[in-house]
């Protein structure tokens, strides 16, 4: 919904059963980044959704518009999971009354502790484990620079 409101579409115009619905993230140039929680977020507020359903359209909801719902998606014992920890102590009091609302409407990608990815820690305590946070931010300029050798030649 985020790409849509700044590309001037309008997300909810054309809105699916939700039950066939499905979130994800688009173009990082279109979304400003590429943060699910956010969307997540903003398709609640746009489409009045409560934050459960908000949640499952981005994980279950998700896995099943790809058809892969019986194997990811929700965790649940066989199933591939790919799990995010959010750290939830500064919001100690909204979570005791709704967990989910308290989860989308009071946390963003900074409250992310944890990560794993195909049973592997890709994120502990917020230091990345899979890359070299140095290496990849330096990605960028090693391919300008090769661009410009390319096009100078």
């Known amino acids: 919904p985020q790409a ?17 619905a499905a979130l994800g993230t688009d ?3 279109a979304a400003g980044g590429i943060d699910l929680l956010a ?6 507020l746009l489409l009045g959704l409560k934050a459960t359903e908000a949640l499952r ?10 058809g892969l719902g019986g194997e990811i998606g929700s965790i649940e014992s066989g199933k591939a999971a790919d799990l995010t920890c959010i750290e ?5 009091h909204d979570a005791a009354r709704d967990v989910s609302a308290a989860l989308l409407f009071g946390t ?3 409250e992310v502790s944890d990560v794993w990815t195909g049973g592997r820690a890709a994120v502990c305590e917020r230091r990345l484990q899979l ?3 140095e290496e990849l931010a330096a990605l960028p300029d090693v391919w300008a620079q090769r661009l410009v ?4 030649q």
Not at 57 to 66: F, H, R, V
Not at 88 to 92: I, K, N, Q, Y
């Open 27 to 29: 173009t990082v140039a």
């Open 4 to 20: 849509e409101l700044r590309l001037g579409s309008s997300p909810g115009s054309a809105v699916l059963p939700l039950q066939r």
């Open 108 to 110: 963003t990608r900074s």
């Open 88 to 92: 939830l102590a500064s919001l100690a």
């Open 57 to 66: 359209l981005a994980t279950l909801g998700a896995a099943q518009a790809l």
């Open 39 to 44: 969307e997540a977020r903003t398709a609640a």
């Open 149 to 152: 050798l390319e096009v100078a």
């Open 131 to 133: 890359f070299d946070a």
